[in-house]
Each structure stands twice: as C-alpha cells, then as structure tokens.
C-alpha cells in the first residue's frame, strides 16, 4: 500500500496544497494542508462489531455507503477477513473482495477516494472482531469504478478496465491465495517476472498508484492459471 505524500491533494495528485496555521479545539496552534482540518474532512463514524454469523456476510455502518473513505482492521489473531466495497456480498478468495490478514490486517480507502456501494466484511468464525471507522468530507470525495474480473487464458496478459486509462488512480488487490499476479501500467503487456511488471502477491497482496502520480497508459494483468480472481478500481 502507499502511503500519503505530505503536501499533495490525492483528490487531485496536480494540484500541491499550501501549509496553513490554524487553531485547534484546545486552543493549540497546528499546521494543516489547505482543504483538510474542519473544512476538508470530518469526524470519523466508527463501525466497528463482530461476525454475527461465522460464513455469512454482513454489511458493515449500518448499509450507509462511505462515499469520503473507511477503514477496516482485522483484531482477530488467527482467522482472516474479506471486505467488498461494491455492493456484493463478501466472500473469501472472491474476485471483488480484499483480504484483511489475521493479526492487525487492515485495508484504508486510498486519500480522496470513497465507495461506491455499501461494504460488507465476512468472516469464517462467529464472534470474529473488527475495527472500522468511516469519515465525511465538505468536498465530494473520487467515486471509484470497479473492474474486478478473473485471468482468462492463465500466462497470458489481458488489458484492465476494458482499455480505459484510470483517469486519476487505481487499484489492484489479489485474493487468490496460492498464484501472484503482475501488472504493466505502462501501456505494454504485463509479464510474469518481467521488466515494466509490478507484482501482487498471492494471498490479499495489493498494488495503488502512488499519490503523487497520475497514469498515463492503459493496465494489463496477467496471472499464470486461468481463471484466478482479481479487485480492481479505478477512479
């Protein structure tokens, strides 16, 4: 996962913000980015709970669609986590879904990006717990586009999102739990251990474009079996 750029809008990764002061609740002085603090992002809604039904999805803050961010953490030691973010129903090793590792894995919503459907989060075991938090913001947040899909001849590369270059980011996790995939962003066709290639690891591996960094060719993915599932967004 990346991390955040210190002074870059991800909303807009062209756009540098300005370091202002401003005063907080308790009267101290802080410096903030232009466009965050109270006018940019609000109080975060907290969501978290656990499995009612161990096999069963569930939907996460109430079916309220957290359109300016969320993030889930997995507090089980032993048992993993999957989310999806789309509107369907999570399931483990599913193309669509994202894997929250036993032990503290977690999964946050890349800056300035929201959902756009209702999350829900399985878990194998009743009584699994969870962590997880959305948050508001004053200007709309980026709606992400899903492109999930799975391989459909295994070591050869097929194109994401039908072509389409994302227009300001993306994001590529990997449920399959045994077999790596690797992206090319750069317009070429994505190979397997190959120069221009990105890897995702098997088992919730993941890959977003760095903040500051906007695409400028279209994504290929290739995997070595047919049929092996992805999640990806674009926004």
Known sequence: ???????????????????????DSQGRLVVVMSGEGAAGAGAPVDGSGTIAVGGTAQV???????????AI?????????WINDTGAAAAPNAAGTIRLAAGGGGYETPRGVGAAAAVSIYG????????????????????PIDGSGTIAVGGTAQPLFNGAIPATGFAIYNPDPDNDLWINDGGGNAAIAGAGSIRIPAGGGGYETPAD???????????AVTGQKFTARRW
Do not use: C
Not at 1 to 23: F, Y
Not at 60 to 70: R, S
Not at 74 to 79: C, G, I, K, S, Y
Not at 213 to 223: N, T
């Open 1 to 23: 996962m990346t991390g955040v750029i210190a002074g870059l809008d991800r909303s807009d990764p062209t756009k540098p913000r300005a370091r202002e002061l401003a005063v």
């Open 213 to 223: 960094m906007v695409p400028w060719a279209s994504v290929s993915i290739v995997g």
């Open 73 to 81: 953490y997995n507090a089980d030691p032993d048992n993993d986590l």
């Open 60 to 70: 996460l803050f109430g079916g309220v669609v957290p359109d300016a961010g969320y």
């Open 124 to 143: 194998a075991v009743t009584g699994m717990a969870f962590t997880a938090r959305r948050w508001t913001r004053d200007t709309p947040a980026l709606t």
